[in-house]
C-alpha cells in the first residue's frame, strides 16, 4: 500500500487558525487537519507500522483538538503535534507489547543485483530496530526518517536537547551492535 503524497510538507499551520480551532471554528479545525494529516500519518506508519496508521492518526488528532486550549504559542503547533503523536505511538507500543517497524524503501540507485540478499538486509535492520528501546526508536525515527533537528524532537518529546543526540548516538550505536551481531 503506498503512502499518500505529503503535497503539505512546506506548509504550517498559523496561530489564528489554531486560536479559531480551539474557540471551536470547524473550518479551522480542518484546515488543522488538511495541512498536518499526512505528516501525522507518515509518522505513526513509522512508528507503528501500517496496520495501525490510521487508527493512531485518528486518535491523535482526536487528543489535538480536545486539548487545543492547551496549546502555548511557544513552539510551532507542528512540533506540539508531533509530540502529541509520538506519545500516543508510544504508549500504543507499550501497551501492546509488540513494535512493528515501516517497511523500508531502498533508493532507486542502490538497486540489489540479487533480490533474496537485498531481503535479507532489509529482515535484519527490521529485526535490529525491533530490538531498540522504545524511547531511543522514537529518537532515532524522528531523526533520522521524519528529518526534525534536535531542537524539534526535543520540544516533541519534552526532553532537553542535548539528551536527544546522546540518546540518538546511543540509538546508532546499539543498531551497529545488533546488526553486528546479525551477520
Known amino acids: 500500500m503506498e503512502l499518500p ?15 479559531a480551532a480551539a474557540a471551536g471554528d470547524r473550518s479551522a479545525l480542518q484546515a488543522i487537519y488538511e495541512v498536518t494529516s499526512d505528516r501525522v500519518f ?7 507500522g501500517l ?30 503535534l508531533y509530540r502529541l503523536a509520538t506519545n500516543e505511538a508510544l504508549q500504543h ?12 524503501m531502498v533508493e532507486p540507485a542502490i538497486e ?3 533480490q533474496v540478499e537485498q531481503d535479507e538486509r ?9 530490538q531498540l528501546d522504545p524511547e531511543l526508536w522514537a529518537i532515532f525515527t524522528l531523526k533520522e526518517e ?3 533537528s534536535y531542537q524539534e524532537i526535543a520540544q516533541t518529546l519534552n526532553i532537553p536537547e542535548g539528551t536527544v543526540g546522546s540518546r540518538l548516538n546511543r540509538a546508532r550505536r546499539e543498531l551497529r ?6 551477520t
Open 122 to 130: 532489509v529482515a535484519m535492520v527490521r529485526q535490529a530496530l525491533d
Open 93 to 104: 507500543l507499550r501497551r501492546e507489547k509488540h513494535r512493528r517497524t515501516k517497511e523500508l
Open 5 to 19: 503524497n505529503d503535497c503539505s510538507a512546506n506548509e504550517s499551520v498559523d496561530d489564528a487558525t489554531v486560536r
Open 146 to 148: 521524519s528529518g526534525l
Open 42 to 48: 507518515r509518522l505513526m506508519v513509522r512508528m507503528v
Open 51 to 80: 496496520q495501525d496508521a490510521d487508527d493512531l492518526t485518528q486518535q491523535t488528532f482526536v487528543r489535538a483538538f480536545t486539548k487545543l486550549d492547551q496549546f502555548s504559542s511557544d513552539s510551532k503547533f507542528e512540533t506540539w
Open 112 to 114: 540489489a543485483t540479487d
Open 177 to 182: 551492535t545488533l546488526l553486528a551481531k546479525l
